[in-house]
C-alpha cells in the first residue's frame, strides 16, 4: 500500500554545512508533520503543514531551520548550518484532512532521516 | 503544556504473558491518543488511536483504554509473542500536535 517516503534514509554533515530532508507524504494527505527524535524515544514535534501553508511551527529553531511544501513537490526540511545537537532522527508524517475536527484520523508515519552531523 | 509519561520505561516478560502498559497525561483536553509501535532502526506504526468520546479499543490481541478525566490509557497485550519486542509509545493529540511519551520498551523472550 501507499506510504509516507522520507529520503535520504542516512545523511552525514560536518557542522556546518547545509542538511536538507525530503518527505512525500501519502498521497491525498493534507497534513504534514515533522518531527525530531533525539536519544531514541524523546520526539520533538517541530513543524505541520496543511497542504501548502504553516499550519503550526512552534517546535522550530527558526534560526537554522525551514521547512515547506510545495504543490507537486516533496516536502522538505532544511537545516543551515548544522550543529552536533541536530543529530537525531527526524520523522516525517502525514494525515487526512478535517484532522482536529469531527473526523479523527490516524497519523501515518515515514521510516526517518537518520542525520549525523560530526 | 501537555506533559505524557509512560511506564515502565523498560518490561521483560516471558513468551505468553499478558501485559499491560501504561501511559498518563497531565492536560485531559485532547481529541485522541494513539499507540505506536517503533522496531530498532525502523518508523512507528500506529497500533491502536482512541477518540477522546471513546473508552477502547481492540485490534487482535492489543486492547487500548482511555480514561480522560483521569489522564490514562492502558495498552493490554495478551498473550504475548517474541515478535512483539519493540518500543511502545503513546502519544496524544490536542489537534495540531502530538505529544509523545518517553516509551517503554518491551522484550518478550522466548
Same mark, same amino acid.
Given at each position: ?16 554545512q ?19 527524535q533525539?536519544?531514541?524515544?524523546e520526539?520533538?514535534?517541530?513543524i505541520s503543514?496543511?497542504n501548502?501553508?504553516?499550519f ?10 525551514s ?7 516533496p516536502?522538505?526540511l532544511e537545516?543551515?548550518?548544522t550543529?552536533?545537537?541536530?543529530s537525531?532522527?527526524?520523522f516525517?508524517?502525514s494525515?487526512?484532512?478535517?484532522r482536529?475536527?469531527?473526523?479523527n484520523?490516524?497519523?501515518f ?10 | ?14 513468551e505468553?504473558?499478558?501485559?499491560v502498559?501504561n501511559?498518563?497525561f ?19 506504526? @500506529?497500533? +491502536?488511536?482512541i477518540?477522546? *468520546? %471513546?473508552?477502547e479499543?481492540t485490534?487482535?490481541? !492489543?486492547? #487500548?483504554s482511555l ?5 490514562? @490509557?492502558? +495498552?493490554?497485550?495478551?498473550a *504475548? %509473542?517474541p515478535?512483539d519486542?519493540?518500543?511502545? !509509545?503513546c #502519544? ?11 516509551g517503554?520498551?518491551l522484550?518478550?523472550?522466548?
Amino acid at each position: 500500500g501507499e506510504e509516507v517516503a522520507q529520503t535520504p534514509k542516512h545523511l552525514v554533515r560536518g557542522e556546518g554545512q547545509k542538511a536538507k530532508l525530503y518527505c512525500a507524504p501519502i498521497k491525498g494527505h493534507s497534513y504534514v508533520f515533522w518531527y525530531q527524535q533525539v536519544l531514541k524515544n524523546e520526539f520533538k514535534f517541530l513543524i505541520s503543514f496543511q497542504n501548502e501553508n504553516v499550519f503550526d511551527e512552534t517546535g522550530m529553531p527558526k534560526e537554522r531551520f525551514s521547512a515547506k511544501c510545495l504543490p507537486n513537490s516533496p516536502c522538505s526540511l532544511e537545516i543551515q548550518a548544522t550543529k552536533l545537537e541536530d543529530s537525531a532522527v527526524y520523522f516525517c508524517a502525514s494525515s487526512r484532512p478535517l484532522r482536529g475536527l469531527d473526523v479523527n484520523e490516524k497519523l501515518f508515519f515515514g521510516s526517518g532521516t537518520q542525520l549525523s552531523v560530526l | 503544556k501537555q506533559e505524557v509519561t509512560q511506564i515502565p520505561a523498560a518490561l521483560s516478560v516471558p513468551e505468553g504473558e499478558n501485559l499491560v502498559l501504561n501511559c498518563s497525561f497531565t492536560d485531559s483536553a485532547i481529541y485522541n491518543l494513539q499507540w505506536f509501535r517503533q522496531d530498532p532502526g525502523k518508523g512507528l506504526t @500506529s497500533l +491502536l488511536l482512541i477518540q477522546s *468520546s %471513546q473508552r477502547e479499543q481492540t485490534s487482535g490481541r !492489543l486492547n #487500548a483504554s482511555l480514561d480522560k478525566s483521569s489522564g490514562r @490509557s492502558t +495498552l493490554y497485550i495478551a498473550a *504475548s %509473542q517474541p515478535g512483539d519486542s519493540a518500543t511502545y !509509545l503513546c #502519544a496524544v493529540d490536542a489537534g495540531n500536535m502530538l505529544t509523545f511519551g518517553g516509551g517503554t520498551r518491551l522484550m518478550v523472550k522466548p
